[in-house]
């Protein structure tokens, strides 16, 4: 089983910017996957970003060069850096893991981000 602490979300204003951090209670090491979705009212969650094995980062078009998945192995912690937000970027926002150890997948209890206009 692993755990994920969300936190970061919040109410900006268009154009401003916020970051997620996403905590597993395993190592980040022993960890296949590690990204963010996201779910707005009426709509399916979504990928938002994402590490998958090895290196190789994936983005959502709607949100290149604007955020910015990173993780720091120092404080086991994944983050997404929101920059230049919209209000259509108004969602709850959830952390996304496989495990290697398992392979199962789990989910963070969602954190809300909301842009106003």
């Known amino acids: 089983q692993v755990q994920l602490v969300e936190s970061g979300g919040g109410l900006v204003q268009a154009g401003g910017s916020l970051r997620l951090s996403c905590a597993p209670s395993r190592s980040i090491f022993n960890l296949n996957v590690m990204g963010w979705y996201r779910q707005a009212p009426g709509k399916q969650r979504e990928l938002v970003a994402s590490?998958?094995?090895?290196?190789?980062?994936n983005y959502a078009d709607f949100v290149k060069g604007r955020f910015t998945l990173s993780r720091d192995y120092t404080k086991n912690t994944l983050y997404l850096q929101m920059n230049s937000l919209k209000p259509e970027d108004t969602a709850v926002y959830y952390c996304?893991?496989?495990?290697?150890?398992?392979?199962?997948?789990?989910w963070g209890q969602g954190t809300q981000v909301t842009v106003s206009s």
């Open positions: 996304n893991v496989e495990s290697k150890i398992d392979s199962r997948e789990y």
């Open positions: 590490f998958s094995s090895g290196v190789r980062t």
